[in-house]
């Protein structure tokens, strides 16, 4: 979650020292009072005539802000992008409503000026040469560092934001919500295509992302303190001069006092969105709900969680995955069905079965990755999958 008018409601000053002096981004953790949630969703600017992305991200937000100043927008790392972000909410309905009202003041925007919104996890066929970077000191950091790889990242995702009471519950959560990567992954995979060609992956972006220095896979850490030893190492060694500047799949954000799950592309639909902003933020407090009651929480061996999320990149809702340390594996389709039953009573203390209920749909009706396969298989011309998404994202 970005700061906002709302984001002071997520903090805890009677548990927090940071409250009561300067905050060390590498030590406090801004304890959140319960499990709040925050969205951020990332959506790419069109020219309706090539169907190719264009840099006119920063226009379209300006334009947006001046009409309608509360609207919480922000440039990112291309030009092409607008990232829409939430304020604190209390489930995923909230959340939602937030951005489709959000999402239509930025549609009219872009109809005026004769321009498209599209969402997904990768654009079937620009050429990332073409693209222009925003101008964030941060972003030139990351190109002038990675050169050509950190040049490709045409990539979008969704960002979900869970608040925590404490900080010596985030790895244990972070660690077992690992265990589930490719279930997240496989519901909101919607990349299949990379530069005119059929990549053979659900997510192309997921492999295209973790080759980044700093982005990938988390260390396992076991306690706070081991993270904040890493991240001080990070800032020593010159790896990293701040704690945004480690884009793990899955991580710690102190100043929110949040964990960040960025494991999903970017959904095409609000109804896929809403799908996987309900699951991420069940599977989150459920685990804090175990933790709750003594219970120990899920964990994999690295090689099985790193073996499940390419698995969940490769095949999406065709994977079959990891399941225990044993080495038992299972469909991930039927593991999302019990997933979506055993969650059943964390969605109705947070208000959002119905959202949950939805993941089951995307199983049966087929993913935003399948859907855009099939238009290719049938019309040879990824123009055509540009413009069913575009066409699914107004709708």
Not at 133 to 157: A, C, F, H, S
Not at 197 to 225: C, E, I, K, V
Not at 353 to 371: C, H, K, S, T, W
Request: proline share 6%; glycine share 6%.
């Amino acid at each position: 979650m970005q700061p906002n008018a709302n984001t002071a409601s997520n903090a805890n000053p009677t548990h927090n020292p940071a409250a009561h002096s300067v905050m060390d981004p590498f030590r406090d953790f801004n304890r959140s009072e319960g499990p709040s949630l925050g969205v951020e969703w990332e959506i790419g600017v069109i020219d309706p005539a090539t169907r190719d992305l264009v840099a006119r991200g920063p226009e379209v937000i300006q334009a947006v802000n001046d009409r309608w100043p509360d609207v919480h927008l922000e440039k990112e790392f291309l030009q092409n992008t607008v990232e829409l972000v939430t304020p604190v909410c209390r489930n995923t309905a909230e959340a939602i409503e937030y951005l489709r009202a959000t999402k239509d003041k930025i549609q009219a925007v872009t109809d005026e000026k004769n321009l498209q919104l599209w969402a997904s996890g990768g654009h079937p066929f620009s050429d990332f040469r073409e693209q222009a970077v925003g101008d964030k000191p941060t972003y030139q950091e990351i190109v002038n560092r990675t050169q050509y790889w950190g040049q490709q990242m045409l990539l979008w995702g969704t960002h979900v934001h869970v608040g925590i009471r404490h900080e010596e519950r985030v790895w244990p959560i972070i660690n077992a919500i690992m265990t589930k990567y490719p279930h997240l992954l496989a519901v909101s995979a919607a990349s299949p295509a990379w530069e005119g060609l059929d990549t053979g992956y659900a997510s192309n972006r997921t492999m295209l992302y973790q080759q980044l220095p700093t982005a990938g896979m988390p260390y396992q850490f076991q306690n706070w303190s081991e993270w904040v030893q890493f991240m001080r190492d990070q800032t020593t060694s010159g790896v990293t001069s701040h704690t945004g500047s480690m884009h793990f799949d899955v991580r710690p954000a102190a100043k929110w006092g949040t964990i960040e799950v960025r494991i999903s592309d970017a959904s095409p639909t609000l109804r896929e969105l809403a799908a996987v902003v309900a699951l991420t933020h069940c599977l989150v407090v459920h685990y804090d709900a175990m933790l709750d009651d003594g219970r120990d929480l899920p964990t994999l061996q690295p090689w099985h969680v790193a073996e499940n999320k390419w698995r969940g990149a490769r095949y999406g809702l065709e994977a079959e995955v990891i399941t225990s340390r044993a080495t038992d594996e299972r469909l991930v389709t039927d593991e999302l069905y019990d997933m979506v039953e055993e969650l059943q009573p964390v969605a109705q203390r947070l208000g959002c079965v119905d959202e949950l209920n939805l993941v089951p749909g995307i199983i049966e009706q087929g993913a935003a990755y399948q859907r855009q396969r099939a238009i290719y298989e049938r019309t040879g011309d990824w123009r055509d999958v540009v413009d069913a998404t575009v066409a699914e994202l107004r709708g």
